[in-house]
């Protein structure tokens, strides 16, 4: 079973930019579905972006589609979030996760495997 470990959050101002990192370990990370979540509390963990194994397709939610960048790199086991823009609502607990599937699906029990995640917090 793949592990995931984030990293890149931290406090940012209103429209600047992060980048996330999570960093999978224990699998074959070219074999696996990639995806960001976040979370804030007692809200539901909510879909952010998804790329597919070879990095050639991805999904990003309504709420971020301009703003963020997902991206990967087969060679160093890692997927990367660009955020760019931010805004206060950004601010969350993100999540790395990953799934065999094929295809990307923004239900969160469509990914059985999760990083610890990474707090970002965008001040106003």
């Known amino acids: 079973q793949v592990q995931l470990v984030e990293t890149g959050g931290t406090l940012v101002q209103t429209g600047g930019s992060l980048r996330l990192s999570c960093v999978a370990s224990?699998?074959?990370?070219?074999?696996?579905?990639m995806g960001w979540f976040r979370q804030v509390a007692r809200k539901e963990r909510e879909f952010v972006a998804g790329i597919r194994r070879s990095g050639g397709n991805t999904i990003l939610a309504d709420n971020v589609k301009g703003r963020f960048i997902i991206s990967r790199d087969n060679d160093k086991n890692t997927v990367y979030l660009q955020m760019n823009s931010l805004k206060p609502e950004d601010k969350a607990v993100y999540y790395c996760a990953a799934t065999t599937d094929y295809i990307i699906l923004p239900g969160r029990l469509s990914w059985p495997n999760w990083g610890q995640g990474t707090q970002v917090t965008v001040s106003s």
């Open positions: 224990g699998g074959t990370f070219s074999s696996y579905t």
